[in-house]
């Protein structure tokens, strides 16, 4: 069975941190952390709907100027999820340029920025190239944490100051048998998506799903083209203080995550530096992933790849 879901470290396992995940048959992907995005393309910039920043120093989110710089001129919707005081430092960050031509554009571009605590959202706010970038608070939407038809985890850790973690998972993972779709002649197309998303929103039996023109079929007439399964889930954390609260709050939310990505800044015989510095050592990271092995094998027997 093919995963939806396919990340890879920008960098590599040593350079700024930036995850890129891409979601299968999807054109838009989403962003963990904003580091030095140099390797990234222009086409996999202009892919990005969603950022999601663990916190705000400088090898975290140094690489949003080339994210905003490629997309400006496009119409365009960019979500970000922030730790507290995100959209302050996103303001300032905007406003450090001059946007004397924002009006000669025909298309906007826009971010909203959630900003995400212990309990969850606190405030968002959007802005908008056209106006630019003037900071218009909006109230927290009801999805905020439905991104993608995936569903986002968050846990507030601390490092210096507030930093978040992240998990994201598929609701269930629905899979097309094409062996099937070629015994009934039925054709590869857009509606494929639809049919996976009415399964996974659970849509009665009656529920029409178009193929084509002239060609609308009860759900119920096509279940037999798929099978559903558990969804994939991943995890990304870094930079945190070895602490029991966050250790705690990692194994929670890492715990049912197929692929999760974990920090490991120093040896194990600097863990005076990691202390001072609240970075984790490559033992306490380790130590930590095994909590979320043995969590995850008592779940489902099915045990994550930790990085």
């Known amino acids: ?23 299968l048959h999807r054109r838009e992907a989403l962003l963990f952390d904003a580091g030095d995005l140099g390797a990234l393309s222009a086409r996999d ?19 949003f ?7 400006v001129g496009r119409a365009q919707t960019i979500g970000i999820i ?16 001059d ?5 000669r554009y025909e298309n906007d571009l826009a971010f909203e920025v959630t900003e995400v605590g212990r309990e969850g959202p606190e405030t968002t706010a959007r802005f908008r190239f056209k106006q630019r970038f003037a900071r218009e608070t909006l109230p927290v939407p009801n999805n905020w944490n439905d991104v993608a038809g995936l569903k986002l985890t968050t846990a507030l850790l601390e490092h210096h100051g507030p930093c978040l973690g992240f998990a994201v998972s598929e609701p269930a993972h629905v899979n097309i048998w094409k062996t099937r779709l070629e015994e009934r002649r039925l054709p590869i197309g857009k509606w494929l998506q639809d049919l996976k998303g009415a399964i996974v929103a659970k849509k009665a039996d009656d529920w029409m799903i178009h193929i084509a023109p002239g060609d609308d079929r009860p759900l119920c007439d096509l279940r037999d083209l798929v099978t559903v399964s558990r969804g994939q889930m991943i995890a990304y954390v870094t930079d945190v203080a070895d602490t029991a ?21 120093f040896a194990s015989d600097a863990a005076y530096l ?31 790849h930790a990085h």
């Open 1 to 23: 069975m093919r995963p939806m879901l396919h990340a890879r470290l920008v960098n590599g396992r040593f350079g700024d941190p930036a995850l890129f995940l891409e979601m």
């Open 45 to 63: 910039l202009l892919r990005v709907r969603h950022l999601f920043v663990t916190h705000m120093h400088m090898d975290h989110f140094v690489g």
């Open 65 to 71: 100027d080339s994210l905003l710089r490629v997309n």
């Open 82 to 97: 922030t730790p507290p005081g995100g959209c302050a430092r996103i303001e300032h960050k905007l406003h450090a340029y």
């Open 99 to 103: 946007w004397d031509l924002a009006e």
């Open 245 to 265: 609260d966050n250790r705690a709050a990692i194994a929670e939310l890492a715990a049912g995550a197929d692929l999760f990505f974990l920090e490991a800044r």
């Open 274 to 304: 990691a202390r001072q510095r609240a970075h984790l050592t490559t033992r306490a990271s380790g130590e930590i992933a095994r909590a979320v092995d043995d969590a995850r094998s008592r779940a489902s027997g099915k045990k994550p």
